[in-house]
């Protein structure tokens, strides 16, 4: 039930009230099918743009809604002259990981990293799934120190995350972990998430498991 439709005849007296007549309550069904199906287009409207900008697995937004929403926070910071932290995480050897232990395994581990994610974050921080296994993290009025902060803190309660599927204890997630900052790495979004993924790809390269800032 989501709500209720009260008619009352202001001449009648409150305790001693009579029955509706046949024509207004004819009237007041047909207000409230009116009402109804608002009320249903309005839930169906919202539906389809939650499912336009939020990933459906990980229930993360997803890169749409990352493309759109992190040139205004840019824009944002760069009029109240703040920071702004930009971490890109990649989940180490998931393919790998995939070939081991199934897709589904691999699904709910990709759950459970977006729900720690979600739990993590700040109301004014943005998790994004980027694609695949790979996760963009955007931090207002963050500086590269406390963006590394926050990373650290990620990195260390994903690999604490235990999971069993099938009955088997799965192995420990690690992940590899970039980060670059605004306006010192960049201004402009694409610049900053090319700068983001330069410094993940570092730290893959040295081995996985770690956390690299962009070096200019």
């Not at 169906?44 to 937004?61: M, P, Q, W, Y």
């Not at 204890?169 to 010192?184: K, M």
């Not at 410094?199 to 498991?209: F, P």
């Amino acid at each position: 039930m989501i709500g209720i439709l009260s008619i009352l005849d202001p001449q009648e007296n409150l305790e001693n009230t009579t029955s509706v007549n046949g024509d207004l309550e004819s009237l007041a069904l047909e207000v409230v099918g009116h009402i109804g199906l608002a009320i249903t287009n309005l839930r169906l409207r919202e539906t389809l743009k939650n499912s336009a900008i939020v990933d459906v697995l990980t229930g993360l937004f997803n890169r749409r809604y990352l493309n759109e929403t992190l040139a205004r926070e840019l824009a944002r910071a760069n009029r109240a002259k703040l920071s702004l932290g930009v971490i890109m995480l990649d989940i180490d050897h998931f393919k790998m990981f995939n070939d081991m232990h199934g897709h589904e395994a691999g699904d709910l581990v990709l759950k459970e990293v977006g729900l720690l994610l979600k739990n993590a974050l700040r109301a004014s921080d943005i998790a994004c799934r980027y694609g695949g296994e790979e996760f963009v993290l955007v931090l207002p009025e963050a500086d590269m120190e406390i963006s590394k902060l926050r990373a650290e803190t990620i990195r260390d309660n994903i690999r604490a995350i235990n999971l069993v599927y099938g009955g088997l204890t799965l192995p420990s997630i690690t992940v590899s972990i970039g980060i670059c900052v605004f306006p010192d790495d960049g201004i402009e979004a694409e610049t900053l998430l090319k700068a983001a993924d330069d410094a993940l790809y570092h730290a893959k390269r040295n081995g996985r498991d770690q956390i690299q800032v962009y070096l200019r």
